[in-house]
């Protein structure tokens, strides 16, 4: 996972620019996109079904991976050496070994739970029930951190030279054996349960319904959920194929350290890092439910600012009225006497003051609630 600049020659280089901004717009793509589906399920209620508890649990790696591993691993390109520590050198590449197993652990069970509402409505409600899902998504954690421990010794904070690099220190044929591992255990096993269950899934649902007839209003919704799903799911696998695809050509294949696979162990990178902020926008592209809420959030953000604005405009129009008003009590006991006999009887204050009276001047305020 560690992108390391190929050639250490001076001059300017386009990719110290470029992909920093590439990392840039995923880190605020993913943070703002996953933030507001966590909001929309959270903040209606949403997590009481089995399938919003796996999608909030997929938000959850999402959001943790784009946090703790892409401002990092943006760095590699713009900086000359590793500048975080050894802790962080170790923490980040288990971080993004953590949640990619946590992810496509997530995504295989969702396409069970999928599969068994579906294809068992009635047997299944006592299994599909939110209490084990919440025990399946504690396993899922649980395993991913058993499968990623190993990469907490894989990678080590290193001195080259006058350089200090963040880079694996494991000999190379454990390396292979655990890059092997980890395809096989985090890509392989579960695209294999996804096709499996996604095909039956989707076999029964065209199926079991009769085109001269009109589908229930429960299959409909059914269909669009197992539609975002798969979606959600072939994206995934998609976006983590070349990643794994160049380590294998590297460990197996022929791949030259050069140029060109210099730019495609980058593109990979970026493709793979992208997955994590490409969810939210498939559930707003697909999902009403989803649009109807990030809606709600937007426009309460908006009244909120609105509010805020309006309460702000109206303390500081009060504060500037009772300043002037008090200015002229002031300008007017100043002038005595002086003051001609109409203009004291056009100010209430003048009077008070000629005739030696203390009158005081009452400024409240007027407040908003701003809920």
Known sequence: MNGSAAGSDEGWHPESVLIPLAYLLIFLVGTVGNCLVLAVLLRNGQVKNTTNL???????????????????????????????????????????????????????????????????????????????????????????????????????????????????????????????????????????????????????????????????????????????????????????????????????GYFPLNHTTYVLRIVSHLISYANSCVNPIVYALVSKHFRKGFKKIFICLLHKKAANKVHVAQGTNTVSMLEAELSEVTRLSDAGPGCSSVRCKAQPWGEAALGGRQQRADGSFITFDVT
């Open 54 to 252: 796996f999608i909030l649990n997929l938000g959850v790696a999402d959001l943790c991976f784009i946090l703790f591993c892409v401002p990092f691993q943006a760095t590699i390109y713009t900086l000359e050496g590793w500048v975080f520590g050894s802790f962080l050198c170790k923490a980040v590449h288990f971080f993004i070994y953590l949640t990619m197993y946590a992810s496509s652990f997530t995504l295989a069970t969702v396409s069970l739970d999928r599969y068994l509402a579906i294809r068992y409505p009635l047997h299944s409600r006592e299994l599909r029930t939110p209490r084990n899902a919440l025990v399946a998504i504690c396993f899922i954690w649980a395993l991913s951190i058993i499968f990623s421990s190993p990469y907490l010794s894989y990678y080590q904070q290193l001195q080259l030279a006058n350089l200090t690099v963040c880079h694996p220190v494991w000999a190379t044929s454990q390396r292979k054996v655990m890059d092997l591992c980890t395809f096989i255990f985090s890509y392989i096993i579960p695209v294999l349960i996804l096709s499996l269950t996604y095909t039956r899934t989707i076999r029964y649902l065209w199926r079991s319904v009769d085109p001269l007839q009109e589908m229930s209003e429960s299959k409909k919704a059914k269909r669009k959920v197992t539609r975002m799903i798969v979606i959600v799911a072939v994206l995934f696998c998609l976006c983590w194929l070349p990643h794994h695809l160049v380590i294998l050509c590297f460990w197996f």
